[in-house]
């Protein structure tokens, strides 16, 4: 099992990458709270917080792509280091906004998601040049799995740092984070010899260069995954709504960190097996455990049992960062190689859609009939996102049957 893991530090420079990505993201999460907890402190509205959060989160995605198509194109660490100071001068216009002004908060919120550094995009559209399968499955687990400590400790770090400092030098402390990170990140690339893009292959004369989400398989794989966060994000608020039921929020967070926990030790163990992962199989199994919970869930089960419920979120939770790892990776090995970080983009373009629209889908379903119907919403979604992966590979397999195929060597560099 721990083959795939040495393999992959046996790949100069990939650890190092993998790590800082990681740490070059951490800021996500604490971004959130800190800036919440500001626009609250201004104008004592959660709905103008969420207004504010919404703006950032759509400048995110709605440039995810942009972002992705200048890594494929230009220098990795020069965009890095120009986003990176981008971001960190909106969050620190936000720190300095006067409270009386808080309605340009939403504007500089939205320029500044527009900005945020592509990581994720470029250590992606690096793990796609690494010709080990094995290698390049773990580090693709690798990263799921060290990308859920960042939802597990951001979050605390921030919700601390709000408590001691307040929330407008927690919000300046995260920005300062977010800066050195990505800074650390940018250096780390250019070691690595990514300053220079994938080669573009030359078009014939008078040929026009299609949409990235034409290539065979990945529009696809990419819907797959806007189904799969929908879900995620169902089951989510299906557990805080128990909370609220129960009188008892902290029950909530300990069982959503207990289901974190069991993705944790399932990512772990699933980029150690041999063989490449099958994401429909995985997709349908975090199905599975989403429909586990509603025989347990109010009002099906009530009064309920939150140790019950810790436990399937637990085992249920083993498939979920390998199926988030399994769904990255297909979506890079379909995408064509000089435009990887671009198809990554998209990802985050998809994924922010499937936040939005199951938001007001499991208030719906928790305001009519309780936490167990926007559980069955996670598990009915869960069929779309399943069906979806299958088809994708379908397609492939059917229009270029060798095409995601690569040649068990071991790479000299990433």
């Known amino acids: 099992m721990l083959r795939p893991y040495r393999q992959l530090l046996a790949v100069p420079h990939l650890a190092s990458l993998l790590v800082w990505s990681v740490l070059a993201r951490l800021h996500g999460t604490g971004t959130s709270i800190a800036l919440t907890f500001l626009v609250v402190a201004w104008t004592d509205s959660y709905a103008l917080a969420g207004l504010v959060m919404g703006a950032l989160t759509v400048g995110n995605g709605a440039s995810g792509p942009w972002r992705g198509r200048m890594a494929d194109r230009t220098s990795a660490p020069r965009l890095i280091v120009i986003s990176a100071l981008c971001y960190f001068a909106g969050l620190v216009v936000l720190v300095a906004l006067p409270a009386s002004v808080w309605y340009a908060a939403p504007v500089i919120a939205f320029l500044t998601g527009l900005s945020t550094p592509p990581a994720t995009q470029v250590v992606r559209g690096a793990f796609t040049r690494i010709e080990n399968a094995q290698a390049r499955t773990a580090a693709y687990g690798a990263e799921a799995t060290l990308f859920e400590l960042t939802f597990m400790l951001g979050p605390v770090l921030t919700a601390f740092a709000v408590g001691v400092l307040g929330p407008r030098w927690a919000l300046g402390l995260v920005a300062v984070v977010a800066l050195v990170a990505n800074l650390a990140f940018a250096v780390v690339l250019r070691r690595a010899g990514m300053d220079k893009p994938v080669p573009r292959p030359v078009l014939p004369a008078g040929t026009r260069r299609r949409s990235v989400l034409a290539t065979p398989g990945l529009a696809l794989a990419l819907a797959a995954s806007l189904f799969l966060v929908m879900a995620f994000t169902m089951v989510d608020l299906a557990i805080v709504a128990l909370g609220r039921e129960l009188n008892m929020p902290t029950v909530a967070g300990a069982l959503i960190a207990v289901w974190a926990v069991g993705s944790l030790a399932g990512g772990l163990i699933a980029g150690g097996l041999p063989g490449q992962p099958r994401p429909a199989l995985r997709m349908a199994l975090v199905g599975v455990g989403m429909a586990a919970l509603i025989p347990v869930l109010p009002p099906v089960l009530d009064p309920t049992s939150p140790v019950l419920i810790g436990l399937i979120l637990a085992i249920g939770g083993l498939a979920i960062a390998p199926t988030i790892s399994a769904g990255n990776q297909r979506i890079g090995d379909l995408a064509p190689p000089d435009r990887a970080a671009e198809a990554v983009g998209w990802l985050a373009s998809f994924t922010t859609t ?36 299958a088809r994708s590979v379908t397609v492939v397999r059917r229009t270029a049957p060798a095409a995601d195929q690569r040649e068990p060597q071991v790479p000299k560099a990433v």
């Open 354 to 389: 499937g936040g939005a629209l199951a938001a007001p889908l499991a208030g719906w379903l928790l305001d009519r009939f309780g936490p167990a119907a926007a559980a069955a919403g996670g598990a009915v979604v869960m069929v779309f996102a399943t069906a979806l992966m």
